[in-house]
């Protein structure tokens, strides 16, 4: 069964505006990891954060985890027009499991 | 490295027919993931292999689905006899020591 779940599911910002996105799991998790698809493409690997870490950064990407909570945050900011995708999250061990994405369309 | 290597791209079948994906993880990666994504359904993990060696295969939808890696370079999924709910997009990926997967472009399959 999936274990991650994004919200929204879409999400509209202008060119500029920071993008905020949730994920939510159910077990306990060694790291979580944050990917992008474009259309028809295959899954791109973006950033991964450990269960013991609570933030963590690449470039215009901010990554937070709560395991308390069991939920993680990725926000893009400055976003561009290059960044619409969907983001999906995806827990693991052993084997990931990835929600059913966030779809993310930056207007220029 | 070129990547995750998945043929054929586009796959057009008839209902009942076999269909064969195939898939060459990156090399030195140790853990091969099949998944299937759809609109209805998003992404599913079909099966993932450790050391050539089929680890969890609940995924698979059903007996016509099957799944073999002879060896650390190549895999192969099979759907015998396809059906038309099987249209999707296959994607394999493979895994190193680092936890990151990467992918590969997909194979789009349409069944008839």
């Known amino acids: 069964s999936q274990q991650g779940e994004e919200d929204p599911q879409a999400l509209s910002i202008q060119e500029g505006e920071n993008a905020t996105m949730n994920c939510s799991y159910k077990?306990?998790?060694?790291?979580l990891q944050w990917y992008r698809q474009n259309s028809g493409r295959g899954l791109v690997h973006l950033i991964l954060i450990r269960s013991n870490e609570r933030e963590k950064h690449s470039g215009r990407l901010r990554v937070t985890l709560d395991t308390s909570k069991k939920s993680s945050s990725l926000l893009i900011t400055a976003s561009r027009a290059a960044d619409t995708a969907s983001y999906f999250c995806a827990t693991a061990p052993p084997q990931f499991y990835f929600g059913t994405g966030t779809s993310l369309t930056v207007i220029p | 490295d070129a990547g995750v290597i998945q043929s054929p791209r586009h796959e057009v079948t008839e209902m009942g027919q076999e269909v064969t994906l195939r898939c060459k993880p990156i090399?030195?990666?140790?853990?091969l993931f099949w998944y299937r994504q759809t609109m209805m359904r998003g992404l599913e993990l079909l099966i993932y292999f450790n050391n050539n060696v089929p680890i969890d295969d609940s995924g698979m939808p059903e007996d016509r689905f099957s799944a073999k890696m002879p060896n650390a370079s190549f895999s192969t999924l099979k759907i015998q006899p396809s059906e038309p709910r099987d249209s999707a997009v296959y994607f394999c990926?493979?895994?190193?020591?680092?936890?990151?997967?990467?992918f590969g472009p997909g194979t789009r399959l349409t069944v008839l």
């Open positions: 090399s030195g990666h140790n853990s």
């Open positions: 990926a493979s895994r190193g020591d680092n936890n990151e997967q990467f």
């Open positions: 077990t306990s998790i060694n790291n």
